[in-house]
């Protein structure tokens, strides 16, 4: 029996099973004598393995989703389609004729962006248990056609309703002192930077220097300078060491908030939207994309909505 051996930092391994030679490629080599022995297990007569679609979320969740950023997002969905109709379906069996049903019956209850995302995860999922593991021969997902995305949200967020939330958390443009105060200057905050919330509520003392935030760990993974305006500045001067609420406080406390006020439509992420409908006023596109961590700058141009009339007065 072949010993796995470690190539540029990682772990090959190659085994026979019933006169069919297969290999993988390892993080580790104890990941490698994992494999081998689920090789060994799941080979019955015809050589086709008996795992299921729900083995294959369990070890992907194992195995690859929990080295991720989105390790918690992952885990939830991964455990939903091993819950869906996809869950039981054996690998040797699962065709696009099954994923395009998934896909269509979670289109009756959440939109196509969604769907998009999670078939995403689905792709990745096939693709590992197809070129690493070696439990299928092609991917199922490869023939089936996303939905459409969702048009942009586009809600912009008036100064009666930025007064009327400021009420309703108890704002006075001092240093907070009650939790819903500390929502009320991340709101601020947000409508000045074009910051998402888990960017925001993550700043502390050392990522604040002069008018620049340092953003690490971005949702695209980068790290990312913010330019602060003078009213950014003079908010961040009120909670030096951080606006002192998580995520989840945030969202709680700001819908509880909001649902006290004639305001409707309204969710926190409405802010970034219009923070950079402002910034596109001031700013060209390549600084704006820069600012706000957007790396394809068409999803930016639908901010730059000047009329001929507008364009041809510059001229």
Known sequence: MAAPKKVDGRWQHRVMVKGKRTSGTFDTKAAALAWEAEQRTAVVG??????????????????????K??????????????????????????????????????????????VQREMNLLSNV??????????ITASPTTDVKR???????????????????????????????????????????????????????KLGAGDVSGRV???????????????LSPRAVEL?????????????????NFRKARNTTSIEGMTFHDTRHEA??????????LDLA???GHKDIRKLMIYYNESAEDIAAKL
């Open 213 to 227: 935030a340092t953003v690490r760990d971005t949702k695209n993974g980068d790290t990312r300078h913010v330019p």
């Open 126 to 135: 096939f693709m590992v248990a197809w070129k690493e593991w070696k439990w």
């Open 276 to 285: 950079i409908t402002r910034l596109a006023k001031k700013l060209h596109v």
């Open 290 to 292: 820069r600012m706000v």
């Open 147 to 201: 939905p459409e995305e969702n048009k942009p949200r586009f809600r912009r967020i008036t100064p009666d309703e930025i007064g009327e939330m400021c009420v309703a958390l108890g704002w006075h443009n001092k240093a907070p002192k009650t939790r819903l105060q500390q929502v009320a200057a991340v709101f601020l905050f947000a409508l000045e930077t074009a910051m998402r919330a888990g960017e925001i509520c």
């Open 69 to 114: 950023k989105g390790a918690k997002w992952e885990k939830l969905r991964l455990a939903a389609f091993g819950r869906s109709a996809l869950g039981p379906v054996l690998m040797r069996d699962v065709s696009s004729v099954h994923v395009a049903a998934w896909r269509d019956a979670r289109l009756k209850s959440v939109q196509g962006s969604t």
């Open 236 to 252: 961040w001067g009120m909670c030096p060491k951080g606006f002192g609420v998580t995520p989840e406080l945030l969202d709680a």
């Open 46 to 67: 015809g050589g086709a393995t008996t795992q299921t679609c729900i083995d294959a979320f369990d070890r992907y969740e194992r195995d690859v989703s929990r080295k």
